[in-house]
C-alpha cells in the first residue's frame, strides 16, 4: 500500500498541523465565507440596519457601510479573509458596492455548497460560474445607459441614490448638488482625483445644509505673530516639519554656565541661531512659513519684521495636503530650504477673530484642490456625512469618468438573473445548474434589499421579474414600495460599480471553490509578510 512502510504509516506531515482536504476544506470554507457575508447582509441598502462598532479604546462608530465593518473587524479566517479582500477591491476599483460584492459572494457560495451535496462536482461549479459571469458582463453592458456630462439631473440623481440610507435624508438634494458642483468644477481643469483633490474637512456645530466647497485650503490655525501680514498675495509659501526653535542639545553634552558673562554668551548665541534660521528661510524668497512643530516667539519676531506670514502646528494631514495643493517640498532641516523647495498659491490670507480664526490658501497652483465644508450638529453626524459623500464623490466621478450607468433598485439585478436563466437552458447539463444557480445568486440583492425593508423577499421578486417583460428599468423603490422605472426616477447606479460587483463576487466564488486542500504553513515565508496581501493564488491572477 503507497505511504506505508513495514505497517507504519508515513505521514507526509505532522499529524497535529490542522489539515482539511477535499469536501471537508470546502464545506469549512464555504461556511467562513458565508458567515462574514452575513454580518453585512443586514445593511444592504438604504433601509439597511446601522452596525455598531466599539473599538478597544471605547470609541463608538455607527454606519452601515460594508468595506468599514469588514475593515474594523478582527476577522482570522484564511477564507473569511479573502471575502474581506473582495470588500477592500470592491471599494478601490468602484467605491461603492462593497456589500454586494461580498453579499453576492456569499449566496453564490451558498448556492454552490446545495449543489455539490446534491453531487455537482466543484469543477463544474466553478466552470458554469465563470461561463454565468462573462455573460452576466455582457448582459450588463447591454443593459446599461449613457450619460452624457451635461446631465446634471441624472448625476444630482446619481449622488442622491449613492447617499441614501446614510446622510442626513432631508439635505439629501442640496449635497447631492455640491458633490456634482466638486466634480464638475475640478473636471474643467483635468482629470480628478477624488482622494488628493478633495479635502473633505468636518466642521461640526451648524447645520447639514450650510456645508459648503471652498477653493484651495483651510486651516483652523492663526498667524503665530500680530504683526504678520494678514493677507500675502502670490505667496510662495515654504513647508517646514522640523521645530524653528531652540535646537535641543543633546543629552550627552551639558551646557555649563557658571557665571554671568557665559550666560550672556550663551543667549547671545542663541539669538543668533534664531536669526541665522529666520534668515535663511527669508532669504529663501518665502513670504509664507507652513511649520509643522513650532515657531518659536523669537524665530516668530525676525520672521514678522521682515513681513513673513508664519503658521505653526499644521496636522500631518494637512501639510500633506498642502503640499500637493500649492508644490512646496516639505522641508526637514531648515538649512536646507531652497528656493525650488518653495509652493505658490494666489493667496494666502487670514479671516475671523485671533483664536477663531482662519487661514486660506487660495488659488493655489494646483487650481484643482478644493476643501469641502462638512457641517452639521454633531460630530457623528458629521462622520456619517464624510464617509456618505466620499462614497458619493467616487461615484459621481466613476461615472463621469465612464459615462455609463444601470437601473438600481434592484432593477439591473432581475434583468441578468432572468436573462442568464434564458441563457441556462441553451447551456444544459450540469453546468445549467451552476449558471441557474449565479442566477438566483445574483437575484439575492433585490431580496435582501427588499427584506431590509421589511418587505416579502419573494413576493417583490415575482413581482419585479413580471414588470421586466413590459420595462426593464422597473426596480423597487423600497422609500415608497413602488414598482417605478428606476432611471426616470433617479435611482441609478455606475456601471461600474455593479460590473465589479459580478467580477469580485464570482472570481472570490470560484477560487474558494477551486481549493480542496487546507493546511496550516509552519514556515512564514510561504506567505507574503504583509498581512494586507496573505492571500495568493499562484494558479492564476486575482
Ligand atoms: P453597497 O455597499 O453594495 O453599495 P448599499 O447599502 O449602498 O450597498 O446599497 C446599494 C443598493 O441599494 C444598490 O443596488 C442600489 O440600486 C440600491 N438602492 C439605492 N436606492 C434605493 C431605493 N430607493 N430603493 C431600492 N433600492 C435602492
Ligand atoms: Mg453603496
Redesign the pocket.
Known amino acids: 500500500m503507497p505511504g506505508h512502510y513495514g505497517g507504519q504509516p508515513a505521514y507526509i506531515m505532522n499529524p497535529r498541523t490542522e489539515h482539511k482536504q477535499g469536501r471537508d476544506a470546502l464545506s469549512v470554507n464555504i461556511a467562513a465565507a458565508k458567515a462574514v457575508a452575513n454580518i453585512v447582509r443586514t ?4 433601509k ?1 440596519m446601522d452596525k455598531m462598532m466599539v473599538n478597544s479604546i471605547g470609541d463608538i462608530v455607527l454606519t ?4 468599514m465593518i469588514l475593515k474594523g473587524m478582527d476577522i482570522e479566517h484564511p477564507t473569511a479573509k479573502m471575502i474581506v479582500e473582495v470588500a477592500r477591491t470592491q471599494e478601490e476599483i468602484a467605491g ?6 461580498v453579499v453576492t459572494a456569499g449566496t453564490l457560495l451558498d448556492k454552490a455548497s446545495d449543489l455539490i451535496e446534491e453531487g455537482v462536482h466543484a469543477r463544474v461549479l466553478v466552470r458554469g460560474f465563470e461561463n454565468a459571469s462573462e455573460k452576466a458582463l455582457e448582459i450588463l453592458n447591454e443593459f446599461a445607459i449613457d450619460v452624457s456630462e451635461g446631465n446634471r439631473e441624472t448625476l444630482e440623481k446619481i449622488a442622491s ?2 447617499m ?2 446614510k446622510a442626513s435624508e432631508t439635505n439629501k438634494e442640496i449635497l447631492a448638488s455640491l458633490c456634482v458642483d466638486a466634480i464638475l468644477q475640478i473636471s474643467k481643469k483635468g482629470s480628478v482625483n477624488v482622494d488628493n483633490d478633495i479635502i473633505l474637512r468636518q466642521e461640526p456645530g451648524k447645520s447639514v445644509d450650510e456645508t459648503e466647497i471652498l477653493d484651495g485650503i483651510m486651516l483652523n490655525k492663526y498667524r503665530v505673530h500680530p504683526g504678520m501680514p494678514k493677507t500675502v498675495k502670490d505667496a510662495k509659501i515654504a513647508i517646514i516639519d522640523t521645530p524653528l526653535e531652540t535646537q535641543k542639545t543633546s543629552n550627552t553634552s551639558k551646557l555649563q554656565i557658571s557665571n554671568a558673562d557665559e550666560m550672556q554668551n550663551f543667549l547671545a548665541r542663541e539669538e543668533d541661531d534664531f536669526k541665522q534660521m529666520a534668515d535663511h528661510v527669508i532669504k529663501s524668497g518665502a513670504n509664507v512659513v507652513i511649520c509643522s512643530k513650532n515657531i518659536g516667539d523669537k524665530v516668530a519676531h525676525y520672521l514678522q519684521k521682515s513681513g513673513v506670514m508664519g503658521i505653526r502646528r499644521v496636522s500631518d494631514d494637512d501639510i500633506r495636503n498642502l503640499s500637493y495643493a500649492t508644490g512646496a517640498k516639505i522641508v526637514k532641516k531648515v538649512f536646507d530650504l531652497s528656493e525650488e523647495d518653495l509652493g505658490h498659491a494666489g493667496e494666502v490670507g487670514e479671516e475671523g477673530e485671533s483664536t477663531v480664526a482662519k487661514i486660506f490658501i487660495k488659488k493655489c497652483e494646483n487650481t484643482k484642490v478644493i476643501t469641502i465644508l462638512l457641517r452639521g450638529s454633531t460630530e457623528h453626524v458629521t462622520d456619517n456625512l464624510e464617509r456618505a459623500f466620499d462614497d458619493a464623490l467616487h461615484v459621481i466621478n466613476s461615472v463621469f469618468e465612464d459615462g455609463k450607468i444601470v437601473a ?3 432593477a439591473a ?1 432581475v434583468e441578468i438573473a432572468q436573462r442568464l436563466r434564458h441563457y441556462a437552458s441553451s447551456i444544459g447539463g450540469r453546468e445549467q445548474l451552476a449558471i441557474t444557480a449565479f442566477a438566483d445568486a445574483v437575484e439575492s ?1 433585490p431580496m435582501d ?1 427588499a427584506e431590509n425593508g421589511g418587505m416579502d423577499a419573494t413576493s417583490v421578486i415575482l413581482k419585479l421579474r413580471n414588470a421586466h417583460v413590459e420595462n426593464p428599468n422597473i ?5 415608497s414600495g413602488d414598482y417605478l422605472d428606476m432611471v426616470e426616477k433617479g ?1 441609478v ?1 455606475p456601471l461600474r ?1 455593479k460590473t465589479q ?1 459580478i467580477r469580485s463576487a464570482s472570481e472570490v466564488a470560484t477560487m474558494i471553490l477551486r481549493i480542496d486542500d487546507m493546511m496550516r504553513a509552519q514556515k512564514k515565508d510561504m506567505m507574503d509578510v504583509n498581512p494586507e496581501h496573505n492571500i495568493h493564488n499562484y494558479n492564476r491572477p486575482f
Open positions: 445593511t444592504l441598502g438604504p439597511g452601515n457601510d460594508g468595506a461603492d458596492g462593497t456589500t454586494s460584492a441614490t449613492s441614501s440610507g438600481g433598485g434592484g439585478e440583492i434589499i426596480g423597487l423603490d423600497i422609500y435611482i447606479d460599480v460587483t
